[in-house]
């Protein structure tokens, strides 16, 4: 199998330059200024953006046990189709994942249907040390802690086996960081003073900016005490920037941090419209949060782009606000969120490419991808910059068959994605006669 993409203007490595790229098999064999390959199948990209496929450090697929919500399969076709070409996907499904066993048959599951490569995080409890600490670093992700309750029945308080998870984690940490006593004290209060009519409103002064910063900072602590290698999910609050540090290499931090679409999109403000579809946890909060947040991504204070794709049935998202379940559906409109923030002036676009591709590869040292390099795996995303897309029920992929941008016209559109040297997607249509690959990490 060979392409040979002729005239795309690549970004990579935080340059942008029109250039041919020849893939053979699964590999990139050739990047060059003018190449020719009479038994390759050639692509003319002039005009279009070649970047490394994306890769998603925090999706939840739903399966198994929530399937009625999405499946790796549903949610991994939405994601090749939005230019993610890898994924690393969250233990809350049913039953938990906190054992090696139930571990690996998200593995086996996904190397059957997969479209996208995988990888799975370890899940843990109050009582599983011993299955964490069976993790294997080469093969899978990192381990999960959810520090404040969420989707599914995860809660981690227990001060002891926080000390002992940090202090003897053979894998990376992934931590979401809500203070459960905060939240619990605010709904209280809330549900006290206006009993079942508490709104969506209500959300970010529930799992307020306080009941964030005291886990993000409770976390931090634990990390610095033992050394462990942290990463904290989806910060939603300017306060809990001030954790991270600028102009350090991302090679040499110990504790790193994540950024979400959502909130980078979002804010107090769209509840208004949007209600229950962007209920989040943690929440949406305010403006400030917002541009908070932006401006240590930009400053390299957050060093990665993520989802947090967590589907849930459009009935379930209707109920009343107590009763509709935290999450929403991202993959398939990530990268086109970011594109129109480049076209915005928000962000370049070769720092987007940075930290949507290369810096989760830094990150979590994945094995030969998120880069365009020669040898590399071919996880390729052909954008046209000056076409445009808007979201309707009608293109949509998740398995919920909704999404937070529906109405919305992107300033861009994916054309085609390659995972492993293979065009799984092309102008709406997919090749499903290969399957994507388990993820490897240098560690």
């Not at 509709?324 to 990268?335: D, T």
Request: contains cysteine.
């Amino acid at each position: 199998m060979k392409y040979l993409i002729k005239s795309a203007t690549i970004i990579n490595e935080g340059k942008s330059e029109v250039k041919d790229l020849l893939i053979e098999g699964e590999r990139i064999a050739k990047i060059a200024n003018d190449i020719t390959d009479a038994s390759a199948t050639i692509i003319n990209a002039e005009g279009m953006w070649l970047i490394p496929g994306a890769i998603d450090d925090q999706v939840h697929f739903r399966e198994p046990g929530l399937t009625h919500k999405g499946e790796i399969y549903t949610e991994a076709k939405a994601a090749v189709a939005g230019g993610i070409t890898s994924y690393m996907e969250m233990p809350n499904t049913v039953p938990n994942v906190f054992t090696q066993e139930l571990l690996e048959d998200k593995y086996n599951r996904a190397a059957q249907v997969s479209l996208s490569n995988y990888s799975f995080f370890m899940g843990t409890s109050n009582d599983n040390l011993e299955e964490v600490l069976k993790t294997n670093t080469r093969n899978v992700c990192g381990v999960k802690i959810f520090m404040g309750s969420s989707t599914g029945n995860m809660l981690v308080d227990n001060p002891s086996t926080l000390e002992q998870i940090f202090s003897q984690s053979p894998a990376l940490i992934a931590t979401h960081c809500e203070d459960e006593h905060t939240i619990k004290t605010n709904l209280a209060n809330y549900k006290e003073k206006y009993g079942d009519n508490v709104t969506i409103d209500m959300h970010p002064l529930i799992r307020s900016e306080e009941a964030c910063y005291l886990s993000s900072s409770y976390a931090v602590s634990l990390a610095k005490k033992h050394n462990t290698r942290l990463h904290i999910l989806h910060i939603s609050t300017a306060k809990e920037t001030r954790l991270f540090e600028a102009n350090v290499k991302l090679e040499d931090k110990l504790i790193t941090a994540e950024a979400c679409i959502h909130h980078l999109w979002f804010s107090d403000e769209d509840y208004k419209s949007n209600g229950n579809f962007i209920k989040w946890n943690p929440a949406v909060k305010t403006s400030t949060d917002r541009e908070g947040i932006w401006k240590a991504l930009l400053e390299g204070r957050i060093d990665v782009i993520a989802t947090d794709h967590a589907p849930h049935t459009i009935d379930e998202k209707n109920q009343d606000y107590l009763s509709a379940p935290s999450g929403g559906p991202l993959v398939q409109h990530a990268v086109l969120a970011m594109v129109d923030k480049v076209k915005e002036g928000r962000i370049s676009k070769e720092l987007m490419v940075q930290k949507m591709a290369h810096n989760p590869a830094i990150l979590f040292k994945i094995e030969d991808r998120g880069f365009i390099r020669e040898g590399y795996y071919a996880d390729l995303v052909l954008i046209d910059p000056n076409s445009n897309v808007q979201v309707s029920k009608s293109n949509i992929l998740y398995k919920c068959n909704w999404s937070p941008f529906e109405g919305h016209t992107f300033q861009s559109k994916i054309q085609a994605t390659f995972v492993n040297g293979h065009k799984v997607y092309d102008k709406g249509v997919f090749d499903e006669t290969v399957k994507a690959k388990r993820l490897l990490f240098n560690r």
